[in-house]
């Protein structure tokens, strides 16, 4: 019996953080002159879910191939999330699906960073979020095929199939229905998350993991 998994994208938003922030944080940032903290956020965001590059190589020198290794790593942590949301058991071919519906919908995030405020060891950095509007249509429509796939199953619909070919026609009807929702988004009232970048003892500034949670628990309303 398919069950949708309702707690497990909160339960991997910690883990997403972790890969994010452990490709995206350890470079070394000079500290000397005017830093630019708000533009520091703006692009590990923009790296994180839009796979634009410029800013964040900009301020921190990283290289535009360890920008997006961090990119696909954490698409493919967040399209690993959605198929336990959904309870659906990843193939090659679904996962190459999962990671580029992750990608569509990351890409409509919608942020505004706002002008750093110099604070002891660091600055404050106000992000004015507008949450994404895509779960709960999924959800609702996924609790009910999940209904109906449990009833056609029991009824013996699926009795001759290989596990293989249950498993396919299950992980088919979750694809149409993100595939129907995915290109409409909508958004929620505009959140506005206060994020900290400090100074570590490395002389090195940075965002850190709980800080950077604070953004991905927000721009994805569940």
Request: hydrophobic share 40%; net charge negative; proline share 0%.
């Amino acid at each position: 019996m398919k069950k949708w998994n309702k707690k497990s994208l909160v339960v991997l938003i910690s883990m997403l953080a972790t890969v994010c922030m452990s490709g995206c944080s350890a470079v070394s940032l000079l500290t000397q002159g005017e830093f630019d903290a708000s533009g520091y956020v703006q692009g590990i965001m923009d790296s994180t879910y839009k796979g634009e590059f410029d800013k964040y190589i900009e301020l921190t020198e990283d290289t535009k191939e360890n920008a997006q290794a961090a990119y696909e790593t954490v698409m493919d942590t967040k399209a690993q999330a959605f198929a336990t949301y959904t309870s659906v058991t990843l193939t090659d071919e679904s996962k190459a699906k999962f990671v580029e519906y992750s990608k569509q919908i990351y890409k409509n995030a919608k942020y505004e960073v706002l002008d750093a405020k110099k604070i002891e060891n660091g600055f404050q950095v106000d992000v004015v979020i507008s949450p994404i509007l895509l779960l709960q249509n999924i959800s609702d429509e996924g609790e009910a095929f999940v209904t109906d796939f449990n009833a056609r199953n029991a009824n013996g619909e699926f009795a001759d199939f290989t596990q293989e070919q249950y498993e396919a026609e299950y992980t088919n009807g979750i694809m149409n229905i993100f595939e129907n929702n995915i290109s409409n988004v909508k958004y929620g009232d505009n959140v506005t998350v206060t994020v900290n970048v400090l100074l570590t003892e490395d002389k090195v500034y940075t965002l850190n993991t709980d800080e950077f949670n604070k953004i991905d628990a927000v721009i994805l309303q569940q």
